[in-house]
């Protein structure tokens, strides 16, 4: 690798899996500024004097990765675990931006929050990794998960709806106070879940009126909705109402089905794979009945590959931040969706790439090796398409590139 004064990259002797899908190919890669400027076999010198090279060895050049559901405000990561969750929110903050360097670590260079009890973090983190003074993914910013009435963040007890008054002007105004505060992302739970509060996950917490007023006021603002949604009936709700990513999806029944088929050019689903796996291996206890991960675990298996017969976007993203299933882990992902859902690696990698450009909504210029794209880009030391865990070891990801700017890259 040389060093470079032209604000110029090369990428040489690698196989690019350009998020397509479509079989890797022996090219060199060219990146000015924070853009692929020439994907080719091989690239004229004159284009590339005084360039950086980054000798690839044959490994493998994919788009950076992008994570759909992760919690960057929940403390832990693969190098420092928080076991209390009530941090002064300064100390929570600082957890932000560290969440953040170790997803970049990891080959993660975008992100799409799944929540956060302090939202003014994440537009604060959004900001400094924008502008590159802090390492970080791109980021979309997200509320903390509201459900009807809840006035205050990480109380959570999913009574239901059944004996209360339906109140659509507390979830309007919870949407306004977070389009408010600057967020992307409104994240509204609209199931209960199991592992919270044993037996709730196949509850449905909001109202169709309800529903509706969060989808206006959301529409008015500019920003996007998410839905918690394991019930059948939460994921109908949410796809009536124009929920742009739907997150586990659980139990969805037929008709679940026929309407997420039907809006498929729209939506997203997150099965977050990775908590389940969590849950079930690698949490301090035995999961009780009453948290229903087995049954999770089973639906889950056969709903994803129902989803992608139907030609839906199924995304990774498994809930990462808990302890037992920590920021860094993120990748695991991508085997599961090999391993449980039938994927093979490279449809596992471009749910990750070319539908996660498209999930960050810069689906025309992310999530892709093609000449004009946003230079965000993953060289493997190794074929992630033969192996797919091997995007797993941090070791083995050789050069780590962000907006055209080198995070990582072997001496």
């Known amino acids: 690798m040389s060093g470079s004064s ?25 990146v000015e500024g924070n853009r692929i400027a020439k994907v080719g076999h091989r690239i004229p010198a004159g284009l590339w004097a005084g360039a950086r090279v980054v ?33 002064p929110d300064e100390e929570k903050a600082l957890l932000v931006a560290h969440a953040g360097r170790v997803m970049l670590d990891h080959g993660i260079t975008s992100a799409y929050s799944g929540g956060n009890r302090l939202p003014r973090t994440e537009t604060a983190a959004r900001k400094a990794f924008a502008e590159g003074w802090m390492p970080g993914p791109r980021f979309k910013a997200a509320s903390w998960e509201g459900t009807a009435g809840m006035r205050t963040p990480g109380v959570y007890d999913f009574p239901g709806i059944d004996g209360r008054a339906s109140d659509p002007d507390s979830v309007s105004g919870f949407v306004g106070e977070m389009a408010d505060l600057g967020v992307d992302i409104v994240k509204l739970s609209l199931s209960g879940e199991s592992a919270v509060v044993q037996g709730t996950s196949r509850i449905v917490q909001f109202t169709e009126e309800e529903v509706a007023a969060a989808s206006a006021v959301a529409r008015e ?57 969590a849950n079930l291996h690698e949490a301090d206890s035995e999961p009780e009945p009453g948290m229903e991960v087995e049954a999770t675990e089973k639906a889950v298996r056969q709903v994803v590959p129902e989803l992608v017969r139907r030609g839906i976007r199924v995304v990774p993203g498994g809930d990462y931040g808990f302890p037992w299933n920590p920021v860094g882990r993120n990748l695991r992902d991508l085997q599961l969706f090999v391993e449980w859902f039938g994927f093979t690696p ?19 210029e992310l999530g892709l090796v093609r000449e004009g794209c946003l230079a965000d880009l993953v060289l493997v030391d190794g074929d992630p398409l033969d192996d797919i865990s091997v995007l797993q070891d941090p070791g083995r990801l050789a050069a780590i590139m962000k907006d055209g700017a080198l995070h990582k890259a072997r001496a």
Request: glycine content about 12%; overall charge negative; proline content about 3%.
């Open 6 to 30: 032209s604000g110029k990259t090369l990428f040489t002797d690698v196989q690019v899996f350009d998020g397509t899908g479509r079989d890797p190919f022996a090219a060199e890669v060219l």
């Open 55 to 87: 000798e690839g060895g044959g490994g493998t050049l994919l788009p950076g990765l992008v994570d759909s559901h992760t919690h960057l405000g929940f403390g832990s990561t693969v190098e420092h675990r928080s076991l209390r969750r009530d941090e």
């Open 221 to 277: 603002r500019g920003v996007w909705l998410t839905a918690h949604a394991h019930a059948a009936e939460s994921v109908k709700m949410a796809v009536r109402h124009g929920i742009r990513a739907v997150y586990h999806c659980t139990f969805a029944d037929e008709e679940a089905l026929d309407l997420l088929e039907a809006a498929r050019d729209r939506l997203f689903v997150a099965p977050t794979p990775g908590i389940i796996y």
């Open 346 to 364: 490279a449809e596992a990698l471009r749910a990750a790439t070319q539908y996660g450009g498209q999930v960050m909504d810069m689906g025309d």
